[in-house]
C-alpha cells in the first residue's frame, strides 16, 4: 500500500504507508503545514508561509525607472508560500498583513547609492534580519527607527537614493537589493515561526521521500552504465562489490527535540558477474540510541504493503519474525528483497531509510553502521562508512 503525497495540491510521489509516521513528522519539524485525507489515502502539503501577506508599495521618481524590486522579492518568495500583494500608493497599511514594505527611490546628482531604513522601535527582530541581509550582500544601509511611533509595527519603509547610471548598473544594484531583502523576511519568518529554512525551498526538500523518482533515475543509470560496458565478457571470474551511506542530516532548532537523518544504503557490483540476493544487517549503537523506518516491511506484511508490480510484491522486507524485538534488543535489523533481486556488473540498489537520533548524555556517541552479505556467492563485506553522531 502507497500514499499519495500532494505538494500545493500537485501531485509530487508516493511512499510506503509503514513510512507515513515518519514522513509527517520530518515534514511537521521542517515547517511544512500537512494535511491527511484518509479517504483518498493522500498528505496534501503546504509551504510553510502559506497564507502570509506582505504588501508592498514602490513609489517612482517622475521619470520611468528601469527596474521593478517587487517582481524580483515576488520571484524569491514564491517558493516560501508567502504572498506578496502590490499596493498603488496607498500611504497607510492595511490591518490584514503580516508585513508591510515602502520603498521610496529617487535619482538624482548623488554620488553613490544611499540607503536608508525606518523601522517602528519595537520590530528589533525584522530590522535585524533585514539589515543583516543589506550588509551580507555589501549594501551599506543607514537605520533610524521612529521614535515617535508615526510607523506602525511590522512596516519598513526603504528610502534609497541612485545616481544617475546606466540600467545595467541600476538593474544589478536592485537585483542584488531584491535577493537581500528576500532573505531577510526569509529569515524573519524562520525566527518568528521557529522553522527550517528547508521549508522555504520547492518540494526538492522531499526528494529522499520520492520513490518513484529514485527507481526511474537508478533504472536510466542502470541502462547507460550496460550501454558502455564492452560486449566482450572477460575471461576471468570478478566477484566483488561495495557499499556506502548516502545520507542528509536535517536538525531541529529545538534542544530537546532529536536529529533526523534521511538517507539509503547503497550496494554496488563493482565485478563483473551479475550478483544475486544481497542480504542487509544494519546495526545500532547503543540499540535504543535511535529509531529505524523505512521501505521495509514486516515479513507477514509483504502482501499487504509491499510495492505491488506484475511479478507480485516488490521492495525489501525484515528478514525475521521477530525482528522488533531483535532490533530493540540488539540494535540489528536483518533485510532482505522480498522478490529475487539480481544486481548486473557495475548496476546497484538502494535501501531508502529514516532515521530518528535520540540525543545522549554528553561524551555519549550513537552511530548507524551495515553490513552486506551475498550468501549464495559467499561474499561478505561492511558498508565504506557509517553514521555517528558525537555528543
Not at 528576500?182 to 520547492?202: D, H, N, R, W
Not at 540488539?330 to 535501501?351: A, D, H, N, Y
Request: with cysteine.
Amino acid at each position: 500500500m502507497h500514499i499519495n503525497i500532494y505538494f500545493r495540491n500537485q501531485a509530487l510521489s508516493s511512499i510506503p504507508y509503514p513510512s507515513l509516521p515518519a514522513f509527517r513528522l520530518y515534514c511537521e519539524e521542517i515547517g511544512l503545514q500537512t494535511q491527511w485525507d484518509d479517504r483518498a489515502s493522500a498528505v496534501h502539503l503546504t509551504p510553510a508561509l502559506e497564507g502570509k501577506r506582505i504588501f508592498f508599495v514602490q513609489r517612482m521618481p517622475d521619470e520611468e525607472y528601469p527596474s521593478d524590486l517587487f517582481s524580483e522579492l515576488k520571484l524569491f518568495l514564491s517558493d516560501s508560500g508567502a504572498e506578496l500583494i502590490k499596493l498603488q500608493g496607498k500611504p497607510n497599511p492595511p490591518y490584514a498583513g503580516d508585513l508591510y514594505l515602502q520603498l521610496d527611490l529617487a535619482v538624482g546628482a548623488f554620488e553613490k547609492h544611499h540607503l536608508i531604513l525606518r523601522h517602528h522601535p519595537e520590530d528589533d527582530l525584522l530590522f535585524h534580519c533585514l539589515t543583516n541581509g543589506l550588509h551580507h550582500s555589501g549594501i551599506d544601509c543607514e537605520t533610524q527607527d521612529d521614535l515617535e511611533s508615526v510607523l506602525p509595527k511590522h512596516f519598513i519603509r526603504l528610502e534609497c537614493k541612485f545616481p544617475k547610471q546606466g540600467e545595467h548598473q541600476e538593474f544589478s544594484f536592485m537585483d542584488k537589493m531584491g535577493v537581500a531583502l528576500a532573505k531577510g523576511i526569509l529569515e524573519y519568518f524562520q525566527k518568528t515561526l521557529k522553522v527550517s529554512p528547508l521549508s522555504f525551498f520547492p518540494h526538492s526538500a522531499l526528494n529522499p521521500f520520492n520513490t518513484e523518482t529514485s527507481k526511474r533515475v537508478q533504472t536510466e543509470k542502470k541502462q547507460a552504465e550496460q550501454f558502455e560496458q564492452p560486449q566482450n565478457k572477460p575471461s576471468v571470474q570478478l566477484l566483488q562489490a561495495e557499499s556506502f551511506f548516502d545520507y542528509t542530516v536535517h536538525a531541529t532548532v529545538k534542544e530537546d527535540r532529536p536529529f533526523m537523518v534521511i538517507g539509503k544504503l547503497i550496494v554496488k557490483n563493482t565485478g563483473n558477474e551479475v550478483l544475486s540476493n544481497p542480504v542487509l544487517c544494519l546495526r545500532a549503537t547503543p540499540a535504543a540510541g535511535m529509531k529505524l523506518q523505512g521501505q521495509m516491511v514486516p515479513p507477514n506484511m509483504v502482501e499487504r504493503m509491499g510495492v505491488q508490480s506484475a511479478g507480485g510484491s516488490k521492495g525489501w522486507k525484515y528478514l525475521e519474525e521477530d525482528w522488533l524485538e531483535k532490533g530493540l534488543e540488539k540494535g540489528e535489523f536483518w533485510i532482505s528483497p522480498i522478490e529475487t533481486m539480481q544486481i548486473p556488473p557495475q548496476g546497484s540498489e538502494s535501501l531508502h531509510f529514516q532515521l530518528t537520533i535520540f540525543r545522549q548524555e554528553p561524551s555519549q556517541t550513537v552511530k548507524l553502521e551495515a553490513f552486506v552479505y551475498f550468501q549464495e556467492h559467499n561474499l561478505r563485506f561492511p558498508a565504506q562508512n557509517r553514521i555517528a553522531f558525537s555528543f
